[in-house]
C-alpha cells in the first residue's frame, strides 16, 4: 500500500462532493485511492451494496456518487479506521438504488449472489421465502430458469430500503399463496384497465410484473374470465355463443361480424390479452334481452 493517508486527503479534497456534484467512474476510484483500477475491481467485487449505488453512464460505464465513493475509497485503503466496514454486516445498501445491469440482462442465483456479493444459497432462500409476500413477491423464475434483471433489481431496492422482516408461510402454504396473490393483482389490474379504458396486452403485463409474457397470457385469461363478467362485459365468443337459434360455430361467428358492422353496433370498451370486450348494456339493440341474461 503505496498511498498514505495524507496523500488520500489531498486527492479528496480536490472533488467536489456536493450533492450536485459529477459521479466517479472506475478509474477516478483508482486515481483516488493510487491503485490500479483492477484492484478496484476488486474491491466492488466484494461489495456489492457500494455497486449498487451506482447508475450506468454512455457505454454502460459505472459512475458512482462523489461523496460515497471518497468515503468508500478511504474504507478500502484503512479499514481500520472505518467506524463500519461496508464489506461487512447485513446486506442492506449504504445508500439503496437499483443493481447496475444492461438492458435485456437476465440473470441466474449465482449473478445475483456475484453482484451482491453473497452465496447463491443465500440468495435461493430469500427468493424462496419472499416469493409469496403479500405486496412485493419475489420476481418469477422463468421458462430458461433465469429471472429478469430489470425485475430482480427493483426488488432488491424495494428490499434494501425497507428491510421488512417478513415471515414466510409454511412450505405447504407457499405455492397456492403465491398464486392467488398474483391472480389478485392482475385481476385488479384488469379492473384498472377497464375503469381507464386502457387497452391491456400480454406483454405490458410480463413487462410491469417481470415475468414471460406465455405466463402473462395464463393470469390474464383466468383474471379475465373472473373479471369481465362481474363488470358486465362480453367478448365477441360469448356474444356469438348467445345468439339465439341452432348455428353451427362457425356461422354464430359470422352473424357476430355481421351484427358489429351495423351503424348502431356498439364500440368496444377495452381489449383484454387481444380480446374485445363490450359492454352488455350496450348490446340490447343488436341482441334480445333473452340472450343477455346472466345465466350464460
Known sequence: MTTTKEQLEQRAAEIDTSDVAPRLTRRDLARL????????????????????????????????????????????????????????????????????????????????????????????????????????????????????????????????????????PRPAEKAATVENGRHAQVAQRVKDSVANGEDLTTEKLAEELGISPDVASRYLNRAAKEVMPKLGLLSRPQIAARLPGSMSPAQRRERVKTLMKRRDAPQPTVTIAGTTYFMKEDLFELLPPSALGDEH
Open 33 to 168: 485511492a493510487g491503485v490500479t483500477e483492477k484492484t478496484v475491481r476488486n474491491w466492488l467485487a466484494g461489495d456489492a451494496r457500494f455497486r449498487a449505488s451506482a447508475t450506468q453512464g454512455p457505454r454502460r460505464v459505472e459512475l458512482f456518487p462523489a461523496k460515497l465513493a471518497v468515503q468508500w475509497v478511504r474504507n478500502q485503503l484503512f479499514p481500520e479506521d472505518a467506524s463500519q466496514d461496508l464489506r461487512s454486516g447485513p446486506r442492506l445498501a449504504v445508500e439503496p438504488a437499483p443493481m447496475p445491469h444492461p438492458p435485456g440482462e437476465r440473470w441466474q442465483f449465482t449473478d445475483m449472489a456475484k453482484i451482491r456479493a453473497v452465496t447463491a444459497n443465500s440468495i435461493s432462500k430469500l427468493a424462496a421465502a419472499y416469493a409469496a409476500h403479500n405486496t412485493h413477491p419475489f420476481p418469477v423464475r422463468e421458462g430458461d430458469g433465469k429471472y429478469d434483471a430489470a425485475a430482480v433489481s427493483n426488488w432488491f431496492y424495494w428490499y434494501d430500503s425497507v428491510r421488512p422482516g417478513y415471515e414466510a
